[in-house]
């Protein structure tokens, strides 16, 4: 079966979309592992699904595939380029579009500067529904790490590490580093995510505190690895930075692959995402049997 699609990338994090608004293209896990593969399909951190409106007062249905082919809650930067797709394909001719995510509605605004705005929703916190085990383990007040949800998660052989726990519809773990140039990323990230205590996996932050409105962010994605750019773990980043005491409520987000500027009022109030959403090219590719 060959099928059209469309590359995309934000903040260097890139995606394969597909339009599945007249009709499903009826793909299996091993399709999307096909499409993100680098060396025998396209390419991509994520793939993309754009469905029609499944309900009154919601223009579509957006759904993500990692690389490694299953089926995750929530995806920032793939966010604001489903935003840019929509409406470049002329799919709708709304500026600001109300989604249907596996964990939510988020809605990205398109702005006369070229990027997305996306109103991500409200950051959660209960353990339970991120989800962490912290069984056993001692929840700080950690001084001057303020008195929040930090726990010491028993990564062998490495020392215990202390990260911060928060979904964004997906599931985060923010650590703090001196400098993300020599944070062991490579080590780190794969253990964290492979911890039980997360049941479903997590996507791992490494967030180094420039000044109180900068931070430079590495993360290591669960389903992929480490990617240029992740665009809830920038919310997942300032959030724990802001709740630590160390940020504003307005932050800019350097990457490998750009910049995102995040805001957050903190509480019960909704993250706001800033940054690019690109159209690389379009393409059809011979789906394998
Ligand atoms: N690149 C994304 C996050 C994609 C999903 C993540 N890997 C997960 O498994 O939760 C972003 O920009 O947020």
Not at 110 to 129: E, I, K, Q
Request: hydrophobic share 45%; proline share 6%.
């Amino acid at each position: 079966m060959r099928i059209p699609f469309t590359k995309m990338q934000g903040a260097g994090n890139d995606f394969v979309v597909l339009d599945e608004t007249r009709g499903r293209l009826g793909l299996t896990e091993a399709h999307y592992r096909f499409l993100g593969d680098r060396h025998f399909g396209v390419g991509a951190d994520q793939i993309l699904t754009v469905r029609p409106s499944p309900a009154e007062g919601i223009d579509f249905e957006y759904v993500i595939h990692n690389a490694d082919g299953n089926e995750v809650e929530q995806c920032g930067n793939g966010s604001r380029c489903f935003a840019r797709f929509v409406h470049d394909k002329g799919l709708t001719t709304k500026d600001r579009i109300r989604v249907q995510t596996m964990k939510g509605v988020i809605e990205p605004r398109l702005n006369a500067d070229g990027r997305v705005t996306v109103d991500m929703g409200a950051p959660v916190f209960a353990l339970a529904d991120i989800p962490f085990d912290a069984s056993g383990l001692t929840l700080q007040p950690m001084g001057a790490w303020g008195n929040w949800p930090l726990a010491i998660v028993d990564i062998a052989p490495a020392a215990p590490l202390l990260i911060a726990t928060v979904s964004m519809g997906n599931p985060h773990a923010v650590t703090l580093v001196d400098n993300v140039d020599t944070a062991a990323v490579a080590t780190l990230g794969p253990a964290v995510q492979a911890n039980p205590r997360f049941p479903q996996g997590v996507n791992v932050g490494f967030l180094q505190v420039v000044d109180r409105s900068h931070v430079r962010l590495r993360v290591f994605e669960r389903g992929v690895g480490e990617t240029l750019a992740c665009g809830t773990g920038a919310c997942a980043a300032v959030v724990s930075g802001v709740r630590l005491g160390l940020l504003d409520a307005r932050v800019e987000v350097q990457t490998h692959g750009g910049v995102l500027t995040i805001e957050w009022a903190g509480g019960d109030a909704p993250v706001f995402m800033t940054g690019p959403a690109t159209t690389v090219f379009h393409g059809e590719i011979d789906l394998p049997e």
